[in-house]
């Protein structure tokens, strides 16, 4: 069955006959390759990883709500070298907590964290409480927080979905429903429960976070050494620069679009743009759209090209000056970048490649028709 995209509905139960018995080799297929990516392969190092104390497992996500774990490190050791128990932080007074926790910003995080420690050393005498929904009535806890400290340190079955696990799922099982939706959210918790390794709760929930930060990344992937490109439907179609989808794209300020003009035997990759978006019914080429700008040369996108569609041989013809473009509520700003193809990719090979001759027919957005101009490309792409 590997290569078989399963037919994932908006909610699991509904999936019966063959298609539940594809969603079950999918499953099954999918907690193998993670768990053993995680055992022989997955080194990333945080100094809460693998703690079973809850209050250190608390502590590190409730700094890691609204800040990059680069940076919640060293607050994490700062805080439990000061204040090694909970009991520990409860006594301390206010002004001394609030300053140590100075910088991180989002000072409700402190609050809550001295008023949960507070109550927990007043009512249960320091003792954190053990299950998920006793947790996740502490003030300042969601139910991400709640599923990581039941199942790090309780080894309780509950999956933690964060933004790392919406991308690893929505890629992996070809899920196109927007993350940020009520509907999506519902979607891919049914999801991440349904596909949770339940023997080993907590090192599954580290391993998909570990494998959405270091290998299933938002920009740029790692698919061509990814163990899960054999069953990943967004890899065998092209989409991972397509997945996860999200609505709020349409309510951003500034966007990075980079177009990758690929030509092979005189013919681009063209597609139409759709959904919800700026453009739609417009024409363009390959785009990677990313939250930050990327900084191209030659390697990077040889790089790129191999990680993504395993390319080994192209030849980078051209690595466009930055070009911007402002909409009424947003502003574009991105690159364009030429490259010869040797031959199709398999995940590719359902785009449309068209002659440059068919493409000047086609309706483009501005943002692609000013370099087109500009590079005197309109009918001669190539």
Aim: proline share 5%; net charge positive.
């Amino acid at each position: 069955m590997p290569g078989t995209r399963p037919y994932i509905p908006g909610f699991i139960k509904q999936l019966t006959g063959s298609n539940l018995l594809i969603f079950a080799h999918m499953k099954k297929e999918f907690t193998s390759l993670l768990m053993k990516w995680h055992q022989q392969v997955n080194k990333r190092e945080m100094p809460w990883k693998g703690e079973k104390d809850p209050y250190k497992i608390w502590l590190s996500e409730v700094i890691l709500q609204q800040t990059r774990v680069e940076q919640g490190w060293a607050y994490y050791e700062k805080f439990i070298s000061a204040f090694p128990t909970i009991k520990q932080l409860a006594a301390a007074k206010d002004e001394k907590v609030l300053k140590l926790w100075e910088g991180l910003g989002y000072y409700n995080r402190c609050r809550n964290l001295l008023f949960t420690a507070r109550k927990i050393a007043k009512e249960n005498n320091g003792h954190f409480p053990d299950s998920y929904d006793s947790i996740i009535e502490l003030k300042g806890v969601g139910p991400y927080t709640a599923a990581a400290i039941a199942s790090f340190a309780f080894n309780l079955p509950h999956a933690v979905v964060d933004g790392n696990v919406f991308r690893v799922l929505s890629r992996i099982f070809g899920i196109d429903t927007a993350i940020d939706s009520t509907a999506g959210k519902n979607e891919f918790s049914i999801l991440a429960e349904a596909v949770l390794y339940k023997k080993e709760p907590g090192p599954y929930n580290q391993a998909i976070m570990d494998f959405g930060a270091t290998v299933c990344k938002p920009a740029l992937p790692l698919c061509n050494h990814c163990p899960m490109k054999i069953i990943c439907a967004a890899y065998r179609e092209g989409k991972v620069n397509q997945l996860p989808i999200k609505e709020k794209l349409l309510k951003k300020k500034h966007r990075w679009f980079y177009y990758f003009l690929m030509e092979h035997e005189g013919k681009l990759l063209v597609h139409k743009r759709e959904g919800k978006d700026i453009w739609q019914g417009l024409h363009e080429f390959y785009l990677l759209e990313t939250d930050e700008q990327i900084k191209w040369d030659n390697q990077l996108v040889k790089e790129w090209l191999h990680e993504q569609f395993n390319i080994t041989k192209a030849d980078i013809q051209h690595v466009s000056p930055l070009q911007k473009q402002q909409l009424t509520h947003q502003e574009i700003k991105g690159q364009f970048i030429k490259v010869k193809l040797s031959g199709i990719p398999d995940g590719l090979g359902h785009y449309q490649w068209l002659s440059a001759n068919k493409i000047s027919k086609l309706a483009f957005p501005k943002f692609i028709n000013q370099y087109l101009e500009m590079e005197s490309l309109q009918i001669d792409l190539f």
